[in-house]
């Protein structure tokens, strides 16, 4: 019944490794995006994808790769963890990308902890 | 992306009382919505607005689309322990680029029984 869902949760490691965090919806919506919440709750957009295309990336370093094998998946894989990287990592999706409702749906959130 | 102005950013209170918290931004948004985010669980959306002074209800919850369509307020009436969490606003500007949204820095409510 899950709309929106992200995977782990929870996600500890070292400095210099590359993980990945994994987002799925099964509302069929065309447009997913990835959104990073600092410790002060900030909530910024990092990429959104239309059907399978980058649509949005802001100022994100390139360390950070998403990656849509399908319009219901959006996968966020980083290089070289870093630190500063360490924040929870919201997953949304929306029933269209430039027309239509732009309500968003949120997933529970991975919180990223690099030591 | 824009940050938005989201006023107060704490607000503790007792249960209840009504509530309200605004924001605002330099630029026109087509959309404002109001989510509210518990402790370790993600932005659930509470209510959207698509029309400059629109005022649409929820409940006890109660928003308005500002007449600039430069900002919004979130009312919350009759609180209760279980309004206790961060609300958030966000603001909608259509571009190609699609519908990122613009948050605010959000307002904390802490409600006591």
């Known amino acids: 019944d899950t709309a929106v869902s992200q995977t782990p949760k929870y996600l500890v490691t070292q400095m210099g490794n590359d993980k990945s965090i994994k987002c799925e919806q099964n509302l069929g919506h065309d447009t997913m995006y990835w959104y990073k919440q600092d410790s002060k709750k900030f909530l910024k957009i990092m990429f959104s994808?239309?059907?399978?295309?980058?649509?949005i990336n802001e100022t994100v370093p390139n360390r950070f790769s998403p990656k849509s094998p399908d319009k219901a998946h959006l996968n966020l894989h980083i290089n070289s963890l870093e630190l500063g990287d360490s924040a929870v990592y919201f997953c949304?999706?929306?029933?269209?990308?430039?027309?239509?409702?732009?309500?968003?749906?949120f997933g529970p959130g991975t919180r990223l902890t690099v030591l | 992306g824009q940050q938005l102005n989201q006023s107060p950013q704490s607000m503790f209170i007792q249960e209840g009382e009504d509530v309200s918290m605004n924001c605002t931004s330099s630029s026109i948004f087509n959309t404002w919505l109001w989510y509210k985010q518990d402790p370790g669980e993600g932005p659930v959306l509470l209510i959207a607005l698509y029309k400059a002074g629109e005022l649409t209800s929820n409940g006890r919850l109660t928003a308005q689309f500002g007449i600039t369509r430069k900002d919004s307020f979130l009312n919350i009436s009759a609180s209760i322990p279980s309004d206790v969490g961060i609300y958030f606003c966000a603001g909608q500007a259509y571009s190609n680029s699609g519908y990122a949204l613009n948050f605010g820095k959000g307002t904390s409510l802490l409600v006591t029984p």
């Open positions: 994808y239309n059907n399978k295309e980058l649509i």
């Open positions: 949304a999706s929306s029933p269209s990308g430039t027309s239509g409702s732009p309500e968003q749906f």
